[in-house]
């Protein structure tokens, strides 16, 4: 059984641009320690939780251990078991350490890279409904083209985590 702890809010943190990755105005965020799986098959457990909340599209694995983004969607990771050290927000972000029970939403353009890792790391990631993932490399050329990409990516109507009026959905506006 999966339970969300009650009333968990996420630590949202603002990325800046850095002119290789562009990140976004709106927060990455992160729910340290939200999930407990309880002897649940923990990806099945945040597949089921993801999917609820209208977040599909997913897979599981770990995280690239290079920088990177998506440009086109925003990304839920749910961390279904070890635990890791990540990079959010390219070289000039700002390193998080991730376990099992944490759940990171990044929106479009976020940078994150693995940087080390338990032998037993595993993610489930997850996507709202719109376009498919695509894997961006920071380069100027691919910079330039998520500057236009990123505005017109649909804001979600529900928290993976906590579902219809969740942080996320309040946290996340356009200006």
């Known amino acids: 059984m999966l339970t969300v702890k ?12 850095d002119g290789l990755v562009p990140n976004n105005p709106m927060p ?3 729910y340290k320690g939200a999930l407990d799986f309880d002897g649940a098959e923990p990806e099945a457990a945040i ?3 993801f999917g609820a909340h209208g977040w599909g599209d997913m897979w599981r694995n770990g995280i690239f251990d290079y920088l990177h983004y998506h440009s086109t969607v925003h990304e839920a990771l749910g961390i279904a078991r070890g635990h890791a050290r990540v990079r959010f927000g390219g070289d000039a972000g700002r390193e998080i350490d991730v376990a099992a029970g944490d759940v990171a939403i ?10 080390l890792a338990s032998n037993d790391f595993a993610v489930v990631g997850a996507y709202p409904p719109g376009p498919k993932m695509q894997i961006t ?5 691919n910079h330039a083209k998520a500057l236009i990409s990123i505005p017109q990516v649909p804001l979600p109507t529900t928290d993976p985590v906590t ?6 959905t309040k ?5």
């Open 171 to 175: 946290l996340w506006k356009r200006s």
């Open 163 to 168: 579902g219809k009026g969740g942080p996320l």
């Open 47 to 49: 597949e089921k939780l």
């Open 6 to 17: 009650e009333k968990i809010q996420p630590l949202a943190i603002v990325f800046g641009d």
């Open 137 to 141: 490399r920071p380069t100027p050329e």
């Open 106 to 115: 990044l929106p479009a353009g976020t940078g994150h890279q693995c940087l």
């Open 28 to 30: 990455f965020l992160v």
